[in-house]
């Protein structure tokens, strides 16, 4: 396998996805693109903008985004690159969620939490998109702290809209009671990191986290790849 994946890269070496530049094996951003991105920061401020989004949400004890995320930036690009059109490529989100659990584990965000929930999608989206770009997050996060994942207890029951262009309000009722949880009993008391793609209002978070208020007992985080800036 190794052999052939260096035969591979000599008549096909890997590049970067939005500029074309040399990358080493298994890369997917070159590091001056790398270098461009708008991190937010997070895991060494005080000052937290994430966490102001569920303030009047006692259960969840942290919050945090790695990158600003804005129309036809960079980060937008990448992030387009990874989810949508027929050539998706999943691992961008992948390599951007691992890269950032690399840079925040000095920090104690990762700290004290059991499991990471990725944000599902309905079962009708995961089949025409063929995977779901917030378990490939997770999955990466996982690698790196180690913390195991799990996409059994949540479930996405509604097919809802796409959100792009919907205001604040249309956005909250668009997710509302779309999501169910499956037998909560097994992670009584547990401290449950929620992962999703890009965070904008946080309505998608606010209904997954009201229908895990069935998991007695227990303490959330958020972790979004991307906060609309």
């Given at each position: 396998m190794f052999r052939f994946r260096a035969i591979?890269?000599?008549?096909?070496?890997?590049?970067?996805?939005?500029?074309?530049?040399?990358?080493a094996q298994e890369g997917m951003v070159c590091p001056s693109c790398m270098d461009r991105l708008h991190r937010t920061?997070?895991?060494?401020?005080?000052?937290?903008?994430?966490?102001?989004?569920?303030?009047?949400?006692?259960?969840?004890?942290?919050?945090?985004?790695?990158?600003?995320?804005?129309?036809q930036s960079l980060e937008a690009q990448l992030l387009y690159q990874a989810k949508y059109g027929r050539s998706a490529r999943p691992q961008i989100a992948y390599y951007l969620a691992r890269q950032a659990a690399q840079e925040w584990l000095n920090s104690d965000f990762w700290d004290g939490i059991d499991v990471i929930i990725p944000v599902p999608l309905h079962r009708r989206r995961f089949r025409q998109r063929g995977f779901n770009q917030s378990e490939?997050?997770?999955?990466?996060?996982?690698?790196?702290?180690?913390?195991?994942?799990?996409?059994?207890?949540v479930t996405r029951v509604v097919n809802n809209?796409?959100?792009?262009?919907?205001?604040?309000?249309?956005?909250?009722?668009?997710?509302?009671?779309?999501?169910?949880?499956?037998?909560?009993?097994e992670?009584?008391?547990?401290?449950?990191?929620?992962?999703?793609?890009?965070?904008?209002?946080?309505?998608?978070?606010?209904?997954?986290?009201?229908?895990?208020k069935a998991f007695r007992g227990c303490r959330f985080s958020i972790f979004a790849l991307a906060k609309a800036h």
């Open positions: 591979l890269d000599v008549f096909f070496p890997p590049v970067c996805v939005h500029c074309g530049a040399p990358v920061q997070q895991a060494t401020l005080r000052e937290n903008i994430t966490e102001d989004f569920f303030a009047d949400m006692p259960q969840v004890v942290e919050a945090g985004t790695f990158l600003f995320y804005k129309k490939w997050i997770a999955r990466a996060l996982s690698e790196v702290t180690h913390i195991p994942v799990d996409t059994t207890h809209p796409h959100q792009a262009a919907m205001s604040g309000v249309q956005r909250q009722q668009n997710v509302e009671d779309i999501f169910v949880v499956n037998h909560p009993e992670l009584y008391r547990k401290h449950i990191l929620l992962v999703d793609d890009v965070m904008t209002t946080g309505s998608t978070f606010r209904s997954c986290l009201s229908a895990m």
